[in-house]
């Protein structure tokens, strides 16, 4: 995928977001639409999955949202975006919802499977990806995760086959 593809289907993924967001807060939910600054894998004894690096400020009030107690995120949705050519650059939105509240968090990602190979390989043999939302702020080491126990759902299907093999 060229940059220009890889820019225009991450744009996608951003826009995709905010509508879905709107729709949401249009229906009565508080809908928090996160704007990763980068997405990495992390494939350690301290955690694995993806780390999704955030503002400070996003990352403080998603970290208060959560730690409330009142919210408690039970499910999620997948929005995958199948590239526009034959490439190693995927995009993704998760959208982490509490229902009871009717909270949602929206989780763009962008990610290149060469580099994200052991987290795949790890998250489909343990059927769990991680998402570690975090900032770069040097004072805070902490992060708030969000499970999916399906990772198939950010990759293409020849993929999962080949990596599950």
Do not use: C
């Not at 408690?72 to 490439?87: G, I, K, M």
């Not at 040097?138 to 198939?152: I, R, T, Y």
């Amino acid at each position: 995928m060229t940059t220009d593809a890889a820019d225009s289907q991450w744009t996608a993924v951003l826009e995709d977001a905010t509508a879905i967001a709107e729709e949401y807060q249009e229906n009565g939910w508080d809908a928090i639409v996160l704007e990763p600054d980068a997405v990495s894998p992390v494939d350690g004894e301290e955690r694995t999955g993806f780390d999704v690096e955030v503002s400070p400020d996003e990352y403080e009030f998603l970290e208060r949202l959560i730690e409330s107690s009142e919210v408690t995120v039970t499910t999620a949705d997948v929005y995958y975006r199948p590239p526009e050519s034959d490439t190693e650059q995927r995009v993704a939105l998760a959208v982490e919802r509490d229902d009871e509240t009717e909270t949602a968090v929206f989780v763009p990602l962008k990610y290149d499977l060469d580099d994200s190979r052991a987290v795949f390989e790890t998250a489909l043999r343990a059927e769990e990806l991680l998402l570690h939302v975090t900032t770069a702020t040097p004072a805070d080491d902490g992060w708030v995760s969000f499970s999916h126990d399906d990772p198939s759902l950010f990759l293409e299907e020849s993929d999962v086959r080949e990596w599950s093999q």
